[in-house]
């Protein structure tokens, strides 16, 4: 309704300025494409008779672009009235009211395309002319920077708003105290408010895709039908830019490695036709987004095979991995399991390209397969990326956020709960096997690998994060669990914006600067440095 009231309002614009100068070539170009995008629009909604009457008109202002007619005499009234005609029949549409009749319209406008001459009714001096209401659209365009920089300023005020918080307790005053907390009140609606203007559908990425499914689909001699749900799901637009790529991405490969041809399917007993979802849906604070086709499924075996073959792993550790943590190999960098490079697949650029735009996010990206029935890649997003959840951890006196999205539990355990196998620290929790190490001693080892663990060195009660990243779980010792709380994260200044190991930095409420550790960056590191 507002896309169309602007189109509406600038057809009555231009159309004006053709007016004094027939020949303006830039006002008729405008009123031509503004018609043709009114008349898509309407005939997509469903609003047939809107599209008609813009079809009709987009059609002689193709006659006047291409010189065959002349926008002076009897053309100009019948324009005039079709454009405010078109605003009736939209405000109609808005206030869900029947369309007015255009039956002596679409007639006058036939026959200007015959070169007869209209019928023009009588001017009538009814008080609706008299009284026209102007009306102004309740949409205001604005750059996505100025809304960058007015949440940039609301992160500050954040800040600011646990300063005086904290201090209102320190100093124990009852009117600082009832200050503070209205000024937490008002910052809070501030902040959502700021968010929410900065959401849009993911409707506006999903529906670039049918265009790319059918090229791709043609390309890679596959009939593919695509299916979109969850369009009106809100999301914060940074995040939307940031996945659009990867999004792309999942979905080719849904294609090119996914989908069998037609022959195939007929053969493995499905219909012809692949199936493709392209889905959005929230589950709690978080936008999932998922890829799902029915095609050949993850031969987990093959990853095994070739993750042993390109020495990502032993073999006698491959076979003892399962499922899920097999699939995460398919996420390390030059990892293809193309048989032969196409211009869909098999060059190597592959889901680790995904992985990182999902991890700049502090998202997850999670892969579920069943061999001959298909595949599906769930993109785990937070909505906004100014506000995260934050677990506060204190180590060496000095304070610490770690990201809740890739926090998985956080547990208080005695020496005698741990085991070491081959030179690291095991512990069971909830049914499964997670090796843990000294938080302190993975930061601050220097470049050679971790000295092997010996259980003496645990005293007493050890208080350990565990995290989650690309389905390995690993435990962190810290000295002491503080809080959970929402940080606003600021990006490192330059130079340290090169240690990988810290996501950002924030303030807290006592005017610390306290580190925020990254997770994928954490446990690569242990990946590569453990005994």
Partial sequence: MSEALEYYDAMSRHISELERSPTDEPALNELFRLMHNLKSNARAMGYNPIGEVAHHMETIFGLI???EKTFTGSVVPVLFKGIDTIGEMIRAVGANEDLPDVTHLMANLDRLVQGEEPV???ETDDEEDTTRKLELSDLVYIQIKKLDHLMNLVGELIIDRDRV????????????????????????????????????????????????????????????????TGEDIQIDRNILQIITDAL?????????????????RIAAGKPSQGHLLLSAQT????????????????????????????????????????????????????????????????????????????????????VDSVLGQGTTFT?????????????????????????????????????????????????RIQEENVP???????????????????RTDLEGRQDIIIVNYNNRRLGLIVDRFLRQQDIVVKPMS???????????????GSGQVCLVLDVPALTRLFLAKRP
Avoid: C, W
């Fill in 436 to 454: 843990v190490v000294s938080l302190r001693r993975l930061l601050h080892n220097g470049d050679g690998p971790l000295p092997p663990a010996v």
């Fill in 65 to 67: 672009r291409d010189k």
């Fill in 248 to 264: 792309l991405h999942l979905v080719r490969n849904a294609i090119g490695h996914g989908l069998e041809t037609p022959a195939e």
């Fill in 165 to 228: 918080l904290t201090l209102g307790q320190e100093i124990g005053n009852p009117a600082l105290i009832a200050a503070a907390a209205h000024l937490s009140r008002i910052a809070d609606e501030l902040q959502y408010s700021v968010m929410d203007a900065r959401l849009v559908g993911v409707g506006s990425l999903f529906s670039k895709f049918p265009r790319v499914v059918r090229d791709v689909a043609t390309a890679e001699k596959k009939d593919v039908e695509l299916t979109m």
């Fill in 379 to 427: 993109l785990v997003l937070p909505t906004s990326i100014a506000v995260k959840g934050a677990l506060l951890f204190q180590l060496d006196q000095r304070n610490y956020a770690i990201p809740l999205m890739h926090t998985d539990s956080v547990v208080s355990l005695l020496p005698e709960n741990f085991n070491v196998v081959g030179g690291m620290l095991l512990t």
């Fill in 283 to 366: 589950e709690r604070d978080d936008v999932l987004v998922q890829v799902r086709d029915d095609g050949r499924g993850i031969d987990v075996e093959s990853v095994r095979r070739k993750a042993v073959e390109r020495g990502l792993v032993a073999a006698n550790v491959a076979a003892t991995l399962d499922d899920s943590a097999v699939r995460g190999f398919l996420f390390e960098p030059g990892f293809s399991m193309a048989k032969e490079v196409t211009e869909i697949s098999g060059r190597g650029v592959g889901l680790d390209v995904v992985k990182l735009a999902i991890d700049s996010l502090g998202g997850q990206l999670r």
């Fill in 494 to 508: 330059k130079p340290l914006d090169t240690i990988d190991l810290f996501g950002g930095v924030t303030l807290l």
């Fill in 120 to 122: 023009l009714e009588l």
